[in-house]
């Protein structure tokens, strides 16, 4: 054996250890984006027959074969429930907060942290008192 063979096999490389556990990633996995596509293609292909429902006339609709329609005020219908929902939404939210929340404010002396430690605060007094004073005026050199 030579040198450059025997120093080339002295020489390990340290392994890792795989871990045991798998490591989830934020990154997206390619099934997900898969599943995004595949969503994002059937939504747009029914938005597109949604429209062509709701804009062609009737009798053309009879025409290509389509007998079983709903009416169209359903069309109005849907158009108008999503908007409607969505700002539901938000006003819901909104007033389950402003009840949940409601006096959380009232007392600013005594100010509660996470773990439910009360602690008392005293430099709220001087901070209003100093704020009603008229500001000093810097000396000039």
């Known amino acids: 054996m030579t040198s450059t063979e025997s120093s080339s096999t002295t020489k390990k490389t340290p392994k890792t250890p795989l871990p045991s556990e798998e490591i989830h990633l934020p990154g997206p996995h390619p099934a997900r984006g898969i599943y995004g596509f595949a969503l994002y293609i059937v939504s747009w292909t029914l938005f597109v027959i949604y429209l062509i429902w709701a804009i062609t006339p009737v009798p053309i609709l009879y025409r290509l074969g389509i007998t079983y329609i709903p009416s169209k005020l ?62 000093k005026k810097a000396k000039k050199c």
């Open 74 to 135: 359903w069309a109005l219908a849907i158009g108008i429930f999503f908007p409607t929902a969505a700002c539901l939404y938000v006003t819901v939210i909104f007033l389950i907060n402003c009840w949940n929340f409601y006096g959380i404010f009232d007392n600013v002396q005594e100010v509660t942290n996470d773990f439910g430690e009360r602690s008392k605060s005293n430099s709220i007094d001087s901070l209003s008192s100093s704020s009603t004073e008229s500001p």
